[in-house]
């Protein structure tokens, strides 16, 4: 409660009351000290870095001081209540800062103490909790220089940035801000089975770009901006960071008590921690641990420019908690803010800058399983892209002055010609459409392709969006080639009858040009790799007509299941001939069709999904491997089809979290095809001839080289981010990473198979025929280095068996292109 004017003209006393931010950011800083200079009498700023101190003696200056930041002086007047504000700067902290004397450093034993009650204190411990969420995000173009303010572009928004000045402060960096929004959700958990899920009940957003506002709606609840330290591991843009109190800390940080004090009613231990090794995954900062429960009550914790991250100069964590009268600690407040570099002289920064309050927490209620089907809901009734409902009442907080400012600046950059123009550019990069109103004209990936058979292809396409329908999807593509003069096409109609329970009937026929071995159905993640295959050399292309009816339903939370028919023809554009019957007298035939039935079942346990228009998109598992299993009858006599058959295929696809020593990406593969069928029908691995690494191939493999009709496979993937590179002085400055792979198949063929692949055409033309695997597996082991000037890898694979094959390659240095944080 601030004292009145008139009680101070009485008693004298100097009062200051203020607030402490970021100088760069603009964001309060927490926990900061403030105090009257040369004494004792001060305080620490809350959670939004307000604060007020006094005292009846005499004081002309206050000092803020905090972990980080370069500490700040200010006058101020002697016997009279004053707001004072100030901004700190950001100071690197070495490591030579932590001086342990002779004996066990003090802060051992706390820490021990922590570990012992983390069971007791993490929220996880609870049957059940929900709360109440307010989200906030903001996104702004930073570290905007002298050189990039002399382009085009930012000439034409020189007006806008002349006001944007004051979003940092009065003596802090300017930001053009580019998004905002604001959500209200209800957060729901429980333990046993461990499931989640956010209610988003109303949002309202602004931002360059954001037109419908439904799938950047599902992504600015609390859940995306939940981290909790009670983890060993936190997973913070894409990459593992050792928590301070993690069961191993004493691996990863060096600590230093210095302070014992009262934080709100919990008397408190303070703790500042660093990375023992600036360029590990991890955090320096300060945290408060109570000293009753030994229980965390305050964090705060930033990583550096010298971690081994690209393009991050900053990441900044601040999270207060409250204790439950049922046991364990919850966060109702955190702030996060990530602040990303500069690419060249002549780019900009991003500093994106997130914020959540939670309150209204009810415990140990769990509710029904069913209760918890979908990870994300965005209520229908949501008030999206800005509109004012009583926000005034929804927020936690209100907004200051500058984030209402941001709504107006955003409005205005969207309507400047050259921002939209580069905006429309953005997106399509992003997306590979390009949108106009109803329609999405693209992907622009597959525009134009250059092949041995085709010559130069040029394609065009265009699909319906959310506009045009919620629940009716119509798409096609044309596509000619000026070699052999023909035209493909592909159409496609899909009717989505429930978006709860994800369901969808998809109708495609399509005519085009394919390679041997490379399977559209299991490579239907990959686009980018799909639409490299319509360049280079075709040594197995064949021209084929299918059509498709595929019904999918996700049955519950992580379970989907399809069902699809398909009919197929193949007609081969190189030398390819089979046996009627697996006897070599019998006749050759270079073509075929085949009609079939396909079920199958997919599940991940904590697979998420996101819906983007009148698209589903899966943002991964966790924790639990995704596994899909898949069954194909092909049916004889049935419009054409030339075969019986019975295929079974099994795949398990998981990241592995190895601690220190990185992460890896499994991908195991069986499957067995119980009849005879000419080669193409069966499984014909996927090589790799060219210089460029592709992790869902073999490397040093021939294409073709290989086919089976039962095998198992595992292709191994590796990043041991910078857990071997960090300690040689002059490659951890490079932010240089060891990569590891292994790609091992073991397989056969039957005879019957072997027998039915023709050595000549039915014209006596030799084939180019498929080899196949023995008793020994196909394995090739590889090393190699990535995020070399921060876009390249490079692999140097070693090919262990079957050396003696004809055109084997033993090594092979390949490269490759991948944008990692």
């Known amino acids: 409660m601030l004292i009145s004017a008139e009680t101070l003209a009485q008693q004298g006393p100097t009062i200051v009351q203020g607030r402490v931010i970021d100088a760069s950011s603009g964001d309060p800083i927490p926990f900061v000290n403030v105090f009257f200079q040369h004494t004792q009498q001060g305080a620490t700023t809350d959670f939004d870095g307000k604060f007020q101190i006094s005292t009846t003696g005499k004081a002309d200056t206050i000092v803020a001081s905090y972990v980080g930041y370069k500490s700040r002086k200010k006058a101020i007047q002697q016997g009279i209540l004053q707001t004072v504000n100030l901004q700190l700067e950001e100071e690197i902290t070495s490591l030579e800062a932590i001086v342990v004397k002779a004996g066990e450093n003090p802060a051992y034993e706390v820490l021990r103490q922590v570990v012992r009650n983390k069971s007791s204190n993490d929220k996880r411990r609870l049957d059940a909790y929900e709360y109440d969420s307010y989200t906030k995000i903001e996104i702004d173009v930073d570290n905007i220089s002298d050189k990039l303010r002399e382009k085009k572009i930012w000439k034409k928004i020189s007006q806008v940035m002349d006001s944007v000045q004051q979003i940092a402060g009065e003596d802090g960096k300017p930001v053009l801000p580019i998004f905002i929004s604001e959500s209200v959700s209800k957060l729901y958990f429980r333990s046993d089975p461990k499931l989640k899920t956010e209610n988003i009940l109303q949002t309202k957003m602004s931002g360059l770009g954001v037109e419908d506002g439904t799938l950047v709606a599902q992504l600015v609840g609390s859940s995306f901006q939940e981290y909790n330290f009670y983890q060993n591991w936190l997973n913070i843009v894409g990459k593992d960071f050792a928590s301070p109190i993690a069961d191993g800390w004493r691996i990863y940080y060096d600590y230093d008590l210095t302070d014992s004090l009262f934080v709100g009613a919990d008397y408190c231990y303070r703790l500042d921690f660093f990375p023992r090794s600036p360029q590990d995954l991890a955090f320096s900062g300060t945290m408060w641990i109570t000293k009753k429960d030994f229980a965390l009550k305050q964090i705060d914790v930033t990583v550096g420019s010298k971690a081994n991250l690209n393009f991050v100069d900053r990441i900044k964590i601040q999270q207060e908690l409250e204790s439950l009268p049922a046991g364990g600690w919850i966060p109702v407040k955190n702030r996060i803010l990530i602040d990303l570099g500069e690419l060249t002289d002549f780019s900009a920064g991003m500093l994106a800058k997130f914020y959540t309050s939670n309150r209204n927490i009810v415990v140990n209620k769990p509710r ?5 089907q979908h990870p994300i809901i965005l209520e229908e009734d949501a008030k999206l892209l800005g509109q004012d409902a009583n926000w005034d009442t929804l927020r936690h907080e209100p907004l200051t002055t500058t984030e209402k400012n941001v709504y107006k600046m955003i409005d205005t950059l969207q309507n400047i010609p050259v921002v939209k123009t580069y905006v429309d550019i953005f997106k399509i990069l992003i997306s590979g459409y390009y949108r106009t109103g109803k329609v999405l004209l693209g992907p622009y990936v597959s525009l134009a392709a250059v092949n041995n058979i085709e010559g130069f292809r040029f394609q065009g396409g265009l699909k319906t969006n959310e506009s045009f329908s919620k629940k009716w999807v ?19 109609v899909q009717r989505i009858l429930s978006r709860r329970h994800w369901t969808t009937l998809t109708f495609t026929s399509r005519y085009d040009l394919g390679r041997v071995g490379v399977d559209d159905e299991n490579l239907a993640d990959n686009f980018l790799f799909l639409a490299y295959q319509k360049f280079g050399v075709f040594r197995r292309g064949y021209y084929f007509n299918e059509s498709k009816l595929n019904f999918q339903r996700e049955l519950f939370k992580g379970f989907t299941q399809r069902i699809a028919v398909r009919q197929l023809t193949f007609n081969p554009t190189y030398n390819f001939g089979y046996h009627e019957r697996p006897d070599t007298t019998s006749n050759i035939l270079n073509s075929f069709s085949t009609s079939e039935v396909i079920v199958e079942s997919r599940y991940g346990k904590d697979e998420f999904f996101i819906q983007n228009g009148n698209d589903r998109v899966s ?17 004889q006599g049935v419009m054409g089809s030339n075969f019986n058959y019975d295929k079974i295929r099994i795949n398990i696809r ?41 992790p869902v191939t073999y490397n040093l493999m021939n294409y073709g080289e290989f086919v089976s009709d039962h095998y198992v496979s595992l292709q191994y993937d590796h990043h041991f981010e910078g857990f071997l590179l960090n300690h040689i002085p002059l490659i951890r400055k490079l932010k240089w990473r060891m990569v590891g792979t292994a790609n091992v198949v073991m397989g056969g063929l039957r005879q019957d198979n072997r027998t039915l692949i023709a050595k000549t055409t039915a014209d006596g033309a030799q084939t180019l025929r498929a080899g196949y ?27 262990m068996s079957y050396l003696n094959n004809p055109d084997a390659r033993k090594f092979g240095v390949l490269v490759s292109f991948n944008f990692s944080l």
Not at 476 to 487: M, P
């Open 773 to 799: 695997l023995g008793n020994q597996p196909y394995v090739e082991l590889g090393y190699g280095v990535e995020n070399i000037l921060k876009f390249i890898r490079v692999d140097f694979v070693h090919r």
């Open 619 to 635: 943002m991964g598992t966790v924790r639990w491997p995704l596994i899909t299993a898949r069954y194909t009858h092909g049916i």
């Open 474 to 492: 119509f798409g096609g593509q044309l596509a000619y080639g000026f070699k052999d003069e023909r035209v493909k096409y592909h159409a496609m």
């Open 654 to 694: 998981k990241r592995v979290q190895m601690g220190p020593l990185g992460y890896g990406r499994v991908n195991l593969t069986g499957e067995y095809i119980l009849n005879t069928l000419p080669y193409p029908l069966l499984a014909l691995h996927l090589g790799n001839q060219s210089p460029i690494y592709t």
């Open 368 to 372: 029904e399983v069913a209760f918890y």
